[in-house]
């Protein structure tokens, strides 16, 4: 048996992630050799490997072998996006409606924007009315689109027509990655895609633009609420963007996996990749998911919380990439007085089950646990691992443009961009200092970040048949007489963050 008889490439990538091996043609087998692959029943839920070509000398050298064989019919990807109820009506803002002001930041916010999230109040609620940013040639933001998901143009441009006109006829680069495709057809327009780009450039304009689009599907261990494989390629992109001589300064990424499907040395992979990209001076942010602790469902009855091990063990659900301790995790907000945990769905938050606690979460998260009673969830999470998320930004009722009509819509799927789109103009900031971009955000988040951001104190994220963790200041008595400073720590590791941003005040603290 030769290994030359299948394998097209097997190479050290340049920015040393590990090797990656091609085994023949994507999407089927070669005829007449024997590959690696994995054959699944997924209506059972079970997994049988099948048999392995792979020398034993050569398994300490490779992560990830690509693609496998998947026999499975795909569900709804997993994005990080959802349909409000359609009885609920665009609010628009009229000149009569009475400003609401936040009482933790002195800012006065339309009231419309309660119901109805659109550039303005964005502005408005995060400080940042009145800034202009620069066209800087080094300055940059992206999105990046997986599993089929098509950002289009006529709907962005309706977009900036309605919410921002001084961008109107401005476009964004378009990067394929692996065959990604550039589908136009206006009935064919991602809710995923198009959400992220209206908003992430229509807070930064006019910070060049760039939306990648990157095909296939990555390596998968099925559970019991990702059957099929609707994960992503990141390993894909991060060959094709670390390849890049100036890549993008900020960008955001608003799907995400149950961290057990991952194949653990794909995760390892991928996370270094993203810790590559931070110290080149890439913020990457990624949606913290939409399920609470897990499944979002708080009733033990019917809750789905599982392990993939064999086991059936009821246990909370991590979300990757938002756990690699490399990336900043956005969790998700609603309303505006007061603003608080997101509720019509569950923030993605609680602690991975793969990578070890980092050494910049250590203050905040030991805060954390040491306020929990003795035994609370135990055997249900992991206390050593990495906490998520780190930060937050509204996430629901945002009005977009989709195949021609504006419909409102959410999911931490909007938090991400959001939170990315000031991550922006911060960078243009330091530009303008003499400064170079962020780069890698949570050392200084966890650092002196955090006070450029609203603390959130309501809400809470269910799953998993409990009511998950909570982030109300002060439910437990171990919080009383703490500084701010300490209770905010306490909260940034529960639902939201950190909290949400406040630009002129982070503006002051990067520059």
């Not at 490439?9 to 085994?23: A, C, F, I, K, Y």
């Not at 996006?81 to 006065?108: G, H």
């Not at 913020?283 to 998911?289: Q, T």
Request: a negative charge; one cysteine or more.
């Amino acid at each position: 048996m030769q290994l030359i008889s299948i394998v097209t490439e097997v190479s050290l990538s340049r920015q040393g992630l590990g090797d990656t091996q091609n085994s023949g043609q994507p999407g089927r087998e070669n005829a007449g050799y024997e590959t690696s692959h994995l054959e699944a029943h997924f209506k059972r839920g079970v997994s049988c490997p099948g048999h392995e070509l792979l020398p034993a000398n050569l398994h300490d050298h490779i992560d990830v072998i690509q693609p496998t064989t998947m026999f499975g019919r795909f569900k709804q990807h997993k994005s990080m996006v959802s349909f409000p109820d359609p009885d609920i009506e665009i609010i628009e803002f009229t000149p009569d409606m009475k400003p609401v002001v936040d009482a933790v930041t002195n800012v006065s916010v339309d009231a419309s924007c309660n119901r109805t999230v659109t550039i303005t109040c964005l502005q408005q609620l995060y400080n940042a009315v009145g800034y202009t940013p620069l066209a800087n040639a080094s300055n940059s933001i992206a999105i990046t689109g997986y599993l089929e998901q098509f950002a289009n143009n006529q709907d962005l441009q309706s977009f900036y027509a309605d919410q921002r006109p001084d961008a109107l006829n401005s476009r964004f680069t378009f990067l394929s990655v692996a065959g990604g495709e550039n589908n136009q057809t206006l009935s064919e327009a991602g809710a995923e895609a198009n959400l992220d780009v209206q908003f992430a450039f229509g807070l930064s304009h006019p910070i060049e633009p760039t939306f990648f689009s990157t095909a296939g599907r990555p390596p998968f261990i099925p559970d019991t609420g990702t059957p099929t494989d609707t994960n992503e390629p990141y390993t894909e992109w991060l060959d094709f963007v670390l390849s890049h001589p100036d890549p993008p300064k900020a960008i955001s990424t608003s799907y995400g996996d149950d961290e057990q499907t991952v194949p653990k040395s794909f995760a390892i992979r991928a996370c270094r990749g993203f810790a590559q990209l931070g110290v080149r001076g890439v913020s990457l942010m990624f949606s913290s998911g939409d399920g609470g602790v897990g499944d979002g469902d708080p009733n033990p009855a019917t809750q789905e919380c599982l392990t993939n091990d064999g086991t059936n063990t009821t246990k909370f659900i991590p979300g990757f990439p938002a756990s690699c301790p490399f990336v900043t995790a956005v969790g998700g907000t609603t309303g505006i007085a007061p603003e608080i945990a997101v509720d019509r769905f569950f923030s993605g938050g609680g602690f991975s089950n793969y990578f070890s606690r980092p050494k910049y979460q250590d203050k905040a998260v030991t805060a954390f646990l040491e306020t929990l009673p003795n035994g609370t969830y135990t055997g249900l999470f992991n206390p050593a691992g990495r906490g998520i998320p780190d930060v937050a930004a509204q996430g629901d009722f945002f009005k977009i443009f989709l195949s021609g009509r504006a419909v409102l819509i959410g999911g931490t799927s909007a938090s991400s961009p959001t939170f990315t789109g000031f991550v922006a103009l911060l960078n243009d900031a330091r530009l303008r200092a003499g400064l170079p971009s962020l780069g890698f955000l949570n050392p200084f988040m966890y650092s002196r970040g955090f006070r450029g951001l609203k603390d959130i104190t309501i809400g809470s994220n269910p799953g998993c048949g409990t009511p998950g963790f909570n982030a109300t200041v002060g439910w437990d008595p171990g919080m009383n007489g703490l500084s701010i400073s300490m209770r905010q720590l306490i909260a940034s590791v529960e639902v939201t963050g950190f909290g949400t941003p406040n630009f002129r005040k982070l503006k002051k603290l990067v520059t």
